[in-house]
Every structure is written in C-alpha cells, then in structure tokens.
C-alpha cells in the first residue's frame, strides 16, 4: 500500500522547496500552513500525473485541501 | 547641457562566465582568463559554452526560481546588484517611476523545448504540459521577474533585438529617461542561451558553432583558425539616473552615456553588411557631437565567425581610418558570446579604464587572420594607454540589426 501521506509531502517539497514541512498538521489546511498558492496546487497535481499516473479532475481539485483529505482522496486511486 | 539631459550611469550587476561582479570580471579579462567550459546539451552531447555559477538563491527563493526561467534569475541576480553597487535607498524610492528595459536575443525557446522534451518522454501526454509554460515564454518575461523580485511598479519590457539587445536595452532606458517616463532605469541584457538545444544545433547546421578540445580555447575571434561561435549565459544591468538625480543623491558616477545609434542592414537573414556597421557607428559618433579621433576604445562584436569577423574588422578599419589613436579591443575570446547580454556586458568590461587607463585585450588570437588586422588592434596583453575618454560599444545581431553606444568618463 503506498504510503499517499509521504507521496504528497514528497510533493510539496519539490514544489516548495524553502518550506518546513516536518510538523504539519494534517487536519489544517495546507494553504494556511504553507506559502502555497493556486499554481502550486497545479503543479501537485501536475507531479501526482506525472510520476504516478494519477490523474485528479478539476472538480476535484477541493480535495487536495488539507494532508487529511489529500489522503482520503488520492488512497483509492494509488490502490 | 542641462543635468536633466545628462544620463549617467551609476549601478553595475553582472554576472559573465568568468566573474560575477565588475571586479572579477574585470580581472579575468586583464589575465585573460577565459569562461568557457564544457557542458552537456540535449542529444548533441559535450559542447563548448559558457556558463555562469553566481548565486542562484542570493535574492530568491527556491520556489520561485523554480517557477521562473534561468534568464529571470540571472536578471534578478544583476538588478539586485546593481542596486546595490548604486546604494540606492531602495525603501524610500518611488517604484512607479523605475523602468527595467532588458534586451534579450530570445526568449522561451529553453522553456519549449523542455516542455515538449517532458512530453515525450511520457507518450506524448499533453495533460502534462506545464500551466507555468505562458508566463515563462512571454517576451517579458525576464524583465517581469525583476519587478515581482523589487517589487517595482514602473514599466517593464524587454528589447527583442537579437544579438544587439544588450545596447540596445540601455538605449531604450536613455531615451525613457530623457522622455520623464521613468526617473530611474534598470537596463542592459540577459541570456539564458546554453539552455537550448535549438541553438547550439541551428549554429552548427550554419557551420558556426565552435569547437576544440581546450573549450578555453574554442572562442577565438580573429583568428585565422576560428571556427564558430561559443554559445554563452550572461547577464548585465546599469542603473541609469539623470545626472540631476544622480548628484541630488550624490551618487559615484561611472559614467555618461553620450551618443548611440541603431540601424538596419536590410541586406540578408544571418550576414553582416559591413557599410551599414559603420553607418551606425559614425551615427552614433554624430549624435555624442564628436569626430572619429575622439573615441580611444571600440569593443568589437567580434563573434568568431568566418565572414562576420572579416566584415566587421573592415567595418572597423573604414570608421576609424582618420584616427590613429582609436584602440579596439574584443571580449568574446574571454567569455563566449553571451547574446543578449553581450552587448551590455562587454561594455562593462571596458568601463575601469577610465581610471586605470588600460585597454584590456581580446584573447585567444594565435595567429592573427590577415583579413582582420586592425590598427591598434589589442590581444593576448593588456595595454596601458593612459587617459582614456570615449569608448564605442558595438553590438550587432541577426536580421542586420547593428547597435553602437558611447559612453564618456565623467567630469562634471
């Protein structure tokens, strides 16, 4: 079972690189936790295509909020 | 004329394959201390180019480096700089009346290729095509990083001019500031260059690329056995004041710039046409009010091509037969050409010998072409000339687009 949580750290760091993303909480939004924005979430989803072959629809884009719901989103289609 | 004609230049930021600021850049071309490397490029393998290793994440975030381009970074690395060399009181000026006017050759092509390069290594998926793609290639874009970077809020721009556009950037910022646009101008030029395989690949398909085992050695204008150009990264940025501004704040003057010009060949996609070099450069001798004699250094464009070397060694040779006093000199042997910042940059190497009053010398002539021999021509040393007033920068670039400027040691 992939580890999804760690994928999408793994993420975030390339993304981000000067962030501290040790201590994040994964019920708060990452957007509050994070310098983050609308075009980084396009690129998280760009990389998840990329090198997982998971695809996440525009609509869906919402899910990504929080590592939580990241999770709760993205486990099924790492299945 | 008034101080508020007057434009000075009073901040220098650059970064060149051998230096990254006015100092180490200035040494290297005295020692002759070439730039040019090796590097790995895209299906073609080790080619000669130079590249810079200034401080990526000096004035920039990792994140947003990523999200730019090489020449963005490469611009905010020289403008921060340049801002500082200048001492500006960056907090307490107004934004909206800073200009950045940066040439450029090209812009986009490393981004493309590297998007297409990605898309086919993963079957042709166009899903992944990157959404930072647009604001990477737009043609302003390296301009646009600087005032994201300073948080400048006057006009941005680049100056698409080909292999001109460095003179060409601090043209535009003269003339913007002569017209009370803007009150302060960051201009000059930038290339991001040895990022594309398109390049390197379209100058050997002229025969124009050049190669040699010691890639020190590769860039050798003038010389008979030259055999292309080295391809190189680059940037460099002026503050440019009105001198009214300039002594209000009593700022170190570098220098003025008193006369340019540019003009058309309207002969030919890539050859030169040397009337129309010299055209431009007594254009500009006529604008700054002076007669041939006056000017005591031309940095020649001086690629390292064939027939471009000989057109514009006799270009050089007519402009200035009635002086016997006028200096030339060339930069490309030390550092490659260097495109869109050429211009620029190698003006800046000339710029100390107002106060040292030495000719830095071109590098890598070990046998002079006799098609290209010039009166007090300077290579492999420098030469002490003593006091040194005027200097003619040329910058010339595909579609016949010639670019000369002159700048003048200060004295108020």
């Known amino acids: 079972m992939a580890d999804v949580r760690q994928i999408v750290i793994d993420i975030i760091s390339d993304i981000a690189p000067d962030e501290d993303v040790t201590n994040l909480d994964d019920k708060l939004s990452l957007r509050e936790q994070l310098d983050l924005d609308s075009m980084d979430f396009l690129d998280i989803v760009m990389e998840l295509r990329k090198r997982h072959k998971v695809e996440v629809p525009q609509e869906d884009y919402p899910k990504l909020a929080t590592l939580e719901s990241c999770v709760s989103y993205l486990s099924p289609k790492f299945a | ?412």
């Not at chain 2, 898309?119 to 166009?126: A, F, G, P």
Request: hydrophobic share 35%; charged share 20%.
């Open chain 2, 1 to 412: 004329m008034d101080d508020t004609e007057r434009i000075v230049m009073t901040g220098i930021g650059l970064t060149a394959p051998n230096g990254n600021n006015l100092t180490e850049f200035r040494q290297a071309l005295l020692d002759c201390r070439s730039g040019v490397s090796h590097a790995e490029i895209r299906y073609m393998g080790k080619q000669v180019a130079g590249l810079c290793d200034f401080d990526e994440f000096k004035y920039q975030s990792k994140k947003l480096r990523r999200r730019g381009t090489r020449a963005g970074s490469i611009s905010i690395y020289c403008a921060n700089e340049a801002i500082a060399d200048a001492k500006l009181d960056w907090n307490g000026l107004d934004k909206s009346m800073v200009g950045v006017y940066l040439g450029i050759t090209e812009h986009g092509n490393v981004e493309t290729e590297n998007e297409i390069f990605e898309m086919h290594q993963n079957n042709l998926d166009w899903k992944l095509w990157s959404p930072h793609h647009n604001p990477r290639t737009v043609a302003n874009s390296p301009a646009g990083e600087v005032t994201l970077n300073l948080n400048i809020t006057g006009p941005h721009y680049t100056l698409g001019s080909a292999c001109a556009g460095g003179n060409v950037g601090i043209i535009q910022g003269v003339q913007q500031l002569l017209l009370g646009e803007v009150d302060l101008a960051l201009v000059g030029g930038v290339s991001e260059s040895p990022q594309t395989f398109g390049i390197f690949a379209a100058f050997a398909a002229q025969g124009a690329l050049a190669h040699h085992e010691d890639p020190t050695k590769a860039s050798r204008p003038l010389d008979k056995n030259r055999n292309g150009i080295a391809i190189s990264e680059g940037g460099c940025i002026y503050v440019l004041e009105r001198l009214s501004d300039a002594k209000k704040r009593n700022a170190r003057i570098y220098t003025e710039i008193v006369g340019y010009a540019i003009n058309s060949d309207a002969t030919d996609f890539v050859n030169p046409n040397g009337e129309r070099q010299v055209e431009c450069m007594h254009k500009a001798i006529k604008k700054a009010g002076l007669k041939v004699s006056d000017i005591d250094i031309v940095n020649m464009h001086a690629t390292g091509t064939g027939t471009g070397d000989v057109n514009e060694s006799k270009a050089v040779r007519d402009a200035f037969k009635d002086s016997d006093k006028t200096f030339v000199n060339f930069t490309k042997g030390h550092i490659g050409h260097a495109m869109g910042a050429a211009g620029a940059l190698e003006l800046a190497g000339n710029i100390p010998s107002f106060d040292d009053g030495v000719v830095h010398p071109g590098m890598n002539i070990t046998e002079l072409d006799p098609e290209c021999e010039i009166k007090n021509l300077v290579f492999n040393e420098p030469k002490l000339v003593g006091n040194i007033n005027y200097i003619l920068n040329n910058s010339f670039g595909m579609l016949g687009i010639n670019s000369a400027v002159i700048v003048k040691k200060y004295r108020p």
